[in-house]
């Protein structure tokens, strides 16, 4: 009988094209350029020239879809609270620059080259997690007084108990009970400073905060240790690693990984 292993580091490297199971990551500070990302979201969207903004991409998607909202779920890194996605696109445009909105073109995703967790304002209270995508142009302080614009409303909201959740989807409130939670709730101003990158993030709820309130124990904490250039490829790679899974938990787990189901 095999006798179950730790495995003390476990590294997912994410492409736009593949995903694989590799120790053999490195660590790569080659900047992104936007050639990278207009021949690699190419076949994945539209690019527009738009007067505010340059270049912008629009993706093909459904009239329902909102970043950081459709088709992936948070994990808990040492830089905050990132967001997996499950479209093949989705290493760079939750990872990397904003994303807009205008009712003519729908979300519209405008390149940055400063990759973070994730790109988003946080919301707390009344028993809620609430977060929204930071628009183009704009800071990491979000200037919330418990005012509610339904014409801008972008946000995503869910219980305390369902943040973390991997079909998180299935739990957001209705848009019609957001107003209510925004005049209650706080900004979750705890950032994060990547001192190797020189770079800002907003890390979201607190662990303490989070594992208070969980229906389950929080178990998926991954560790970012290596997130890159592929010099070969010129795609950039993401390796998250789980210092917590046995080699029996790995095989379990592998089937839900939201961002390894659609292309594996």
């Given at each position: 009988?095999?006798?179950n292993?730790?495995?003390?580091?476990l590294?997912f490297?994410?492409?736009?094209s593949?995903a694989?199971l590799?120790?053999?990551?490195?660590?790569?500070?080659?900047?992104v350029s936007?050639?990278?990302?207009?021949?690699q979201?190419?076949?994945?969207?539209?690019?527009?020239?738009?007067?505010d903004?340059g270049?912008?991409w629009i993706p093909?998607v459904?009239e329902?879809f909102?970043p950081?909202?459709?088709?992936?779920?948070?994990?808990?890194?040492?830089?905050?609270?990132s967001?997996?996605?499950d479209?093949?696109?989705?290493?760079?445009?939750?990872?990397?620059?904003?994303?807009?909105?205008n009712?003519?073109?729908?979300?519209?995703?405008?390149?940055?080259?400063?990759?973070?967790?994730?790109?988003?304002?946080?919301?707390?209270?009344?028993?809620?997690?609430?977060?929204?995508?930071i628009?183009?142009g704009?800071?990491?302080?979000?200037?919330h007084?418990?005012?509610?614009?339904?014409?801008?409303?972008h946000?995503?909201?869910v219980?305390e108990?369902?943040?973390?959740r991997?079909?998180?989807?299935?739990?957001?409130?209705?848009q019609?009970?957001?107003?209510?939670i925004?005049?209650t709730s706080?900004v979750?101003d705890?950032?994060y400073?990547?001192?190797?990158?020189?770079?800002?993030?907003n890390?979201g709820p607190?662990?303490?905060?989070?594992?208070?309130?969980?229906a389950?124990?929080?178990?998926?904490?991954?560790?970012?240790?290596?997130?890159?250039?592929?010099?070969?490829?010129?795609?950039?790679?993401?390796?998250?690693?789980d210092?917590?899974?046995?080699?029996?938990?790995i095989q379990?787990?592998?089937?839900?990984?939201?961002?390894?189901?659609?292309?594996m």
């Amino acid at each position: 009988m095999k006798t179950n292993t730790t495995i003390f580091a476990l590294i997912f490297v994410f492409t736009t094209s593949c995903a694989t199971l590799s120790r053999d990551t490195y660590y790569d500070d080659t900047p992104v350029s936007y050639q990278v990302f207009y021949d690699q979201l190419g076949s994945y969207g539209q690019w527009v020239d738009y007067p505010d903004y340059g270049y912008i991409w629009i993706p093909y998607v459904r009239e329902t879809f909102a970043p950081y909202s459709t088709n992936g779920y948070w994990v808990l890194t040492q830089y905050g609270w990132s967001w997996i996605s499950d479209y093949n696109w989705g290493w760079a445009a939750f990872h990397y620059g904003r994303w807009g909105f205008n009712n003519a073109l729908g979300w519209f995703w405008v390149p940055g080259y400063e990759w973070g967790p994730s790109w988003v304002y946080w919301l707390h209270g009344n028993g809620y997690y609430g977060w929204s995508p930071i628009g183009p142009g704009m800071g990491l302080n979000y200037p919330h007084g418990g005012r509610y614009d339904r014409h801008h409303d972008h946000w995503c909201f869910v219980r305390e108990r369902d943040f973390g959740r991997r079909n998180i989807y299935r739990y957001y409130v209705d848009q019609s009970g957001h107003e209510k939670i925004m005049r209650t709730s706080t900004v979750i101003d705890r950032t994060y400073t990547d001192r190797k990158r020189n770079t800002t993030y907003n890390y979201g709820p607190t662990e303490s905060l989070f594992k208070g309130h969980r229906a389950q124990p929080l178990t998926d904490i991954l560790s970012v240790k290596a997130i890159g250039l592929d010099r070969k490829s010129g795609i950039m790679n993401y390796a998250f690693t789980d210092l917590r899974l046995t080699e029996t938990e790995i095989q379990e787990r592998q089937p839900h990984l939201g961002l390894l189901k659609e292309m594996m």
